[in-house]
């Protein structure tokens, strides 16, 4: 699966983003190491806090369906919205050279890693000693 296809089913799981707060709708598609994809979109509260965003839906989806290493995540919002900082942390525990396409409603995107968003980044070999 190539970066535009990933974006293309980004932009899938974004059009079931539950935002009617924010109204800032996002789409994540991750990859498995499997080929398998799981979608994520945000979904929001009345209670804003426990809203939970559309990168970290689709990788509770996926180690919750038992897999745990990734190739690539796709991440669509209406201005090519960076991943937030949560996220990034998410991410970095399962997968920290992760390549990461951020695009927009368009489909116009960049490339980066999950490290050169986060750098310096904590990760489970910090516990081993
Ligand atoms: N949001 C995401 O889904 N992912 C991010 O990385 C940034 C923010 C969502 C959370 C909230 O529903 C909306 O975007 C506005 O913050």
């Known amino acids: 699966m190539n970066d535009q296809q990933l974006v293309a089913r980004a932009m899938e799981a974004r059009q079931r983003a539950y935002a009617p707060y924010s109204h800032y709708k996002v ?9 398998k994809v799981y979608l994520g979109c945000n979904v ?24 745990t290493e990734f190739e690539a995540i796709a991440v669509v919002t209406r201005n090519g ?8 942390q998410v991410l970095a525990e399962f ?9 927009d409603e368009n489909g116009e995107h ?3 890693t999950v490290r050169e968003l986060l750098p310096d980044l904590f990760t489970p070999k910090h516990l081993e000693k």
């Open 95 to 103: 997968a920290p050279e992760l390549t990461v396409y951020i695009a």
């Open 27 to 35: 789409g994540a598609a991750l990859l498995g190491k499997s080929g």
């Open 44 to 67: 929001e509260n009345a209670s804003y806090g426990h809203t939970i965003c559309a990168e970290r839906t689709a990788v509770v989806k996926a180690v919750s369906e038992g897999e």
């Open 81 to 88: 919205g960076s991943p937030c900082g949560a996220c990034r």
């Open 110 to 112: 960049r490339t980066t």
